[in-house]
């Protein structure tokens, strides 16, 4: 079913209008009490519905939203939808500064690469050819560097890396992902200015493949200044990175070949010419004041923005993002309903809820990074988070028995043995659910721990929950599409979440965080 852009005008102008219910004086005392909330979730939770869910979704992975391109015409429109449906629920906005309470607004940049190079002496390797560039840059003219060999981030301790180039090598590419975050958290700590990841000759080939048609686009990354400035990562050939270590191709990544042999080469040379303007976007928030408990605070997120248009692409050229991550996203706005209906029947919550859809999930999880780093509540008080990114299908596996029972959770038990546990209890008791904990290992290649937004909470120490219903065959395609989402599945789920929220939101005791596998 596909809604027009006049049909969603008149829902957001019936909003505004407060045709639906609005904070009002009525609101009753609130029960503090843990048992009497557990009691009253299941009013709650049935508020979620498949129907609802669909309503919204057909709205915001409509045509007319565009795939909710970071910074473009159709984020912009859904970032008005959820606000609006936030202050129709009675949500507040918590931001202070700016026109609109509901939008902590921001800018990223929108680039192109340019000119590019690497030279060692008299050798001269090009960008997009020895090696190529990810994210923002901070060669935009030519500057000499001085290279420093990492083996691994433990390793590095001592060192001085400031200003420098970090060179590293990555054995294969399912260990890319986790050096990447290892090394970037390195860089940052360290002030690094750039990290060199080098590749095999085989694994090189299949990246750069995989990136040429992406680097030569226009493409979004963040703010590369002041506070914000972040290291340049380069991926290079084994030839680029033989001859910045002083050894060969063959000798880089041979067992037996040690770092202390690799004497990194003086008057290295590099530029990543990258021609940006200025790219403003949003999160959006929506908050509910807890009672008693109201200075700590649950926060339960999905990004909202997807991938846009390809004007390249022959027939369907919208991506509209209907599983990833409109579905996600609806069950925010469902969830953020229920406990605002709560709250008017003086139903909790103790603690107070952060509604929170971010933006530029897509380009690098940099709504959310941006919301850990410029946190409208503090961080030290932020209790959980709550992720949904991509509920209500089926992914390869599920299909093949036409199974839509079931979700992956990912993180529960990474920072808190307490969250696996409730939300184990929460689904024995209502919603029974499998739970899969297949991509919740450590060594599995997908790294999916690592590649949503609830990653930005972990990295600060705060506890996070992750539900996915894994990869299918219209992920990133134009076919991922409001028709083919199972919203009794996508219900169930966002039940689940609802129970895991309320509990984390309603207990008397604050979860304790009791390991540490950031």
């Avoid at 970090?166 to 992902?177: A, F, K, R």
């Avoid at 929950?465 to 789920?493: L, T």
Wanted: glycine share 8%; net charge neutral.
């Amino acid at each position: 079913m596909k809604y027009n852009h006049l049909y969603a005008g008149i829902v957001l102008a019936a909003l505004s209008a407060g045709c639906a219910k609005t904070p009002t004086a009525s609101v009753k005392a609130p029960i503090t009490d843990a048992a009497q909330l557990q009691a009253a979730a299941p009013t709650y939770a049935a508020t979620i519905t498949a129907a609802d869910l669909s309503k919204h979704l057909h709205i915001i992975a409509s045509d007319e939203y565009e795939g909710r391109n970071t910074g473009e015409k159709g984020q912009k429109m859904a970032a008005e939808y959820i606000s609006k449906q936030f202050q129709a629920d009675g949500l507040a906005g918590p931001v202070k500064t700016g026109s609109n309470p509901y939008y902590q607004t921001f800018d990223l940049e929108k680039g192109k690469w340019g000119q590019g190079y690497i030279t060692v002496g008299n050798k001269k390797f090009m960008m997009m050819q020895d090696f190529f560039p990810l994210g923002a840059s901070v060669y935009g003219t030519e500057q000499g560097v001085e290279a420093v060999f990492v083996a691994n981030a433990a390793s590095a301790a001592n060192q001085n890396l400031q200003g420098k180039m970090i060179v590293t090598l990555v054995n294969s590419l399912t260990d890319t992902e986790k050096a990447m975050n290892d090394m970037g958290e390195l860089a940052k700590t360290s002030g690094a200015a750039s990290v060199l990841y080098i590749l095999n000759p085989a694994d090189f080939t299949t990246m750069s493949t995989r990136y040429a048609n992406r680097l030569k686009q226009s493409s979004v990354s963040r703010k590369n200044n002041g506070a914000s400035k972040r290291a340049t990562n380069l991926v290079a050939s084994a030839t680029v990175g033989a001859a910045i270590l002083g050894t060969t191709p063959e000798k880089l990544f041979a067992a037996n070949t040690k770092s202390t042999s690799f004497k990194p080469a003086a008057g290295v040379k590099i530029l990543t010419e990258r021609v940006v303007t200025p790219l403003p976007t949003e999160n959006v928030l929506g908050y509910i004041e807890g009672s008693d408990k109201k200075d700590e605070i649950v926060v339960v997120s999905a990004h909202y923005d997807h991938v846009g248009v390809d004007s390249t692409q022959e027939g369907d050229k919208i991506f509209n993002g209907a599983n990833d991550d409109g579905s996600g996203t609806v069950a925010v706005l469902e969830l953020a309903q229920a406990f605002a209906q709560a709250k008017k029947d003086g139903k909790g919550p103790r603690r107070s809820m952060l509604f929170l859809t971010v933006t530029g999930e897509e380009k690098g999880l940099l709504g959310s990074e941006y919301y850990s780093e410029n946190p409208i509540f503090p961080l030290a008080n932020t209790v959980a988070d709550v992720n949904i990114d991509m509920i209500g299908r089926m992914d390869f596996d599920y299909e093949k028995n036409n199974d839509s029972n079931y979700i992956y959770v990912i993180g529960a038990d990474k920072l808190s043995s307490e969250l696996h546990k409730i939300n184990e209890e929460a689904n024995q008791k209502y919603t029974n659910l499998k739970l899969d904990y297949k991509y919740n290992d450590e060594k599995d290649p997908n790294r999916f721990y690592y590649r949503s937004d609830h990653y930005n909470f972990a990295k600060k120490g705060i506890p996070i929950i992750f539900y996915f219903n894994g990869v299918h065959a219209d992920y990133h395609k134009a076919s991922d599409s409001v028709d083919k989402i199972i919203f009794e599945s996508a219900e169930k789920v966002a039940r689940l979440a609802f129970h895991v929220a309320w509990e984390l939101a309603n207990r008397d005791n604050r979860i304790v965080v009791d390991s540490n596998k950031k």
